[in-house]
C-alpha cells in the first residue's frame, strides 16, 4: 500500500504556477542603466554615443571625481547634431531629455585644462525603452487558467514591477553614494596634501627667521671697537 505525502499549500501553489511563470519571467530584461568611471586627459575631449528609440527618457548624470578645479566643460547634442546642453567649468550637472530615434551624442571637454586630467563619473537612466511594453503583452498570454487558485497574474506583475522599480532606485543612489564618497575621499586627500605643504613651508621659514633673528641679535652685542696695544 503506497504512502500518501500531503504537501504544504505554498509549496503545492509554486509546483502549480511554476510552468506558467517560468516563460513568463524569462522575457524580464536586465536594467538599462549604466554607469562609467573614466579619465580625461590634460587638453583631450571624450564622445559617447547612445541610441534611443523615439518618446523614451535620457537621463544624464555626471560628476568630476578628481583634478584640479573638479571642473568640466559638458555638451549633449540631438541626432540631428542639434545642442541641448552646453556647460562649461562644471563640477557636477543632471540633464532629461524626451528623445528621437537616434543615437545622442554627450561629450566632455578638458581642453581648457593643460596641466591637471579630470576623473569624471557618469550614468545614464534610460526610461521607456519599450521592453515594459512587451512584457505586458507577454504576461497576457499566461493570465487565462488561475481563476482556481484566487489568483491573477496582473497582480503578479503589479508586484513584480514594484520590486524591480525600487531595486532600480536603490542601486540609482547607491551609485551616486560612491560617487559623492569618491569625490570627498579626493577632496579630503587634496586638502590633507595641501596641509603638509604648507606646513612644510611655515616650518622652514620660521626655522630661518629665528636664524636671522639670532644672527642680529648676537651681532648687536659684539664689541666691535678695537683694542689698542
Known amino acids: 500500500m503506497g504512502v500518501k505525502i500531503w504537501l504544504p499549500f ?29 579619465t580625461l586627459p590634460a587638453g583631450q575631449k ?8 523615439l518618446k523614451a527618457s535620457l ?14 566643460d559638458f555638451h549633449l547634442a540631438s541626432p540631428e547634431g542639434r545642442t ?30 593643460t596641466i591637471s586630467e579630470k576623473v569624471i563619473f557618469f550614468e545614464l537612466i ?14 497576457k498570454k499566461y493570465i487565462t487558467g488561475t481563476d482556481m487558485l484566487d489568483m491573477k497574474l496582473e497582480d503578479i506583475l503589479e508586484s513584480i514591477n514594484s520590486i524591480k522599480a525600487r531595486l532600480s532606485k536603490s542601486g540609482h543612489i547607491q551609485t551616486l553614494l560612491r560617487a559623492f564618497e569618491a569625490r570627498d575621499r579626493n577632496i579630503q586627500e587634496s586638502n590633507f596634501d595641501r596641509v603638509n605643504f604648507w606646513s612644510v613651508v ?11 633673528q639670532v ?11 678695537k683694542s689698542r696695544t
Open 10 to 38: 505554498p509549496v503545492l501553489l509554486l509546483a502549480i504556477l511554476y510552468p506558467v511563470l517560468l516563460p513568463v519571467v524569462a522575457t524580464f530584461t536586465p536594467s538599462l542603466d549604466s554607469d562609467f568611471t573614466f
Open 46 to 53: 571624450e564622445c559617447f554615443y547612445q541610441p534611443m528609440p
Open 59 to 72: 537621463e544624464i548624470e555626471y560628476q568630476v571625481l578628481d583634478g584640479a578645479g573638479l571642473d568640466i
Open 84 to 113: 541641448l546642453v552646453f556647460e562649461q567649468r562644471k563640477s557636477d550637472g543632471v540633464h532629461t531629455v524626451e528623445t528621437e530615434d537616434g543615437d545622442y551624442m554627450f561629450c566632455f571637454d578638458n581642453t581648457f585644462s
Open 126 to 139: 534610460l526610461d521607456n525603452m519599450g521592453e515594459q511594453v512587451q512584457e505586458q503583452e507577454d504576461w
Open 202 to 212: 611655515n616650518l622652514v621659514v620660521m626655522v630661518v627667521v629665528s636664524a636671522i
Open 215 to 225: 644672527y642680529m641679535l648676537k651681532s648687536l652685542f659684539e664689541d666691535k671697537r
